[in-house]
């Protein structure tokens, strides 16, 4: 089984419900991203958190806090419940399988210890949340338990683990190095997952992509040798305050800072293809597409 492309840049959307938004004071969501972030540092796994503004798309992946689903022992206090798996067939009849989306529920039956310190923990009653979710991150690498008590993804959490083991890495660098493979399988149904680009592996949150356009304008687009940015006549006061330009591996080719709210950049030295442009405003990150001819 491999990862796959689902959200049209690389991967996957994780997006936060409202009860997890707002666990231990928004606390939660911090923890949360610092596993998110050691995953995606070590494994360039493409996940990202999304701000939707709207209903999120049914492949976008919910981190929630509540009640656990129905047969779940008490003992647990997580679970990563993995979508339907969709098979993609080739010309010799062989099939291969995709993950179209997991979710994650963290149980509203424990007490969530949410910062950076780490005190002494009942492990009964109470969870270090940013070990329980670099281990549930795991589960969406589609890592299984392992019986070495060490790892991250041993069955039962008993102690803080924030790093991963060896053991850990190998087995979610395995996966990612699979899922990134565009030798096998030959399926067109499903594109594969692109690595993160590692210098921005710590950048986990972006804005509802499809609002690029509510905002910013690219012209022209397709081009050839150059295009500009600039934030629409709605949005006068929006700045641009940094352009990135990546390759559809997820390879960062450009980065431009102007001054203004606009910016024009050069492409004429790119090979012709897609490109995703990236406008940073004030800390949020607005992705766009580019056609390059």
């Given at each position: 089984?491999?990862?796959?492309?689902?959200?049209?840049?690389?991967?996957?959307?994780?997006?936060?419900?409202?009860?997890f938004a707002t666990l231990n004071s928004g606390s939660g969501v911090n923890a949360f991203e610092r596993a998110l972030i050691t995953w995606r540092c070590n494994t360039l796994v493409n996940f990202r958190i999304k701000s939707f503004t709207s209903t999120p798309p049914a492949n976008a992946c919910k981190i929630d806090y509540g009640s656990l689903p129905a047969g779940v022992p008490t003992a647990t206090k997580a679970v990563t419940p993995l979508g339907a798996i969709d098979?993609?067939?080739?010309?010799?009849?062989?099939?291969?399988?995709?993950?179209?989306?997991?979710?994650?529920v963290f149980s509203n039956?424990?007490?969530?210890?949410?910062?950076i310190s780490q005190p002494t923990l009942n492990w009964t009653t109470n969870f270090d949340l940013e070990t329980v979710a670099l281990h549930e991150l795991g589960?969406?690498?589609?890592?299984?338990?392992?019986?070495?008590?060490?790892?991250?993804?041993?069955?039962?959490?008993n102690q803080y683990k924030r790093t991963l083991t060896s053991d850990d890495l190998e087995g979610g660098n395995?996966?990612?190095?699979?899922?990134?493979?565009?030798?096998?399988?030959?399926?067109?149904?499903?594109?594969?997952?692109?690595?993160?680009?590692?210098?921005?592996c710590s950048t986990v949150g972006i804005q509802e992509a499809q609002h690029f356009d509510d905002f910013f304008s690219i012209n022209p687009n397709p081009t050839m040798e150059g295009f500009a940015i600039q934030a629409k006549a709605n949005h006068s006061g929006v700045i641009v305050e940094e352009v990135r330009v990546y390759d559809i591996s997820g390879q960062l080719i450009k980065t431009i800072y102007?001054?203004?709210?606009?910016?024009?950049?050069?492409?004429?030295?790119?090979?012709?293809?897609?490109?995703?442009v990236v406008v940073i405003n004030k800390g949020k990150s607005f992705a766009g597409k580019l056609i390059k001819y």
């Open positions: 089984m491999k990862l796959a492309d689902r959200n049209t840049v690389g991967g996957y959307d994780l997006y936060y419900s409202p009860q098979a993609c067939g080739n010309s010799v009849g062989s099939n291969f399988f995709y993950l179209t989306k997991f979710d994650m039956g424990a007490t969530w210890h949410s910062e589960h969406a690498h589609l890592l299984w338990h392992t019986n070495n008590p060490a790892n991250v993804m041993y069955g039962l959490a395995y996966i990612v190095t699979y899922s990134t493979s565009t030798a096998a399988p030959p399926c067109t149904t499903y594109m594969h997952m692109t690595a993160v680009n590692l210098a921005d102007p001054d203004g709210n606009n910016a024009e950049v050069q492409v004429r030295d790119l090979s012709p293809g897609a490109y995703i």
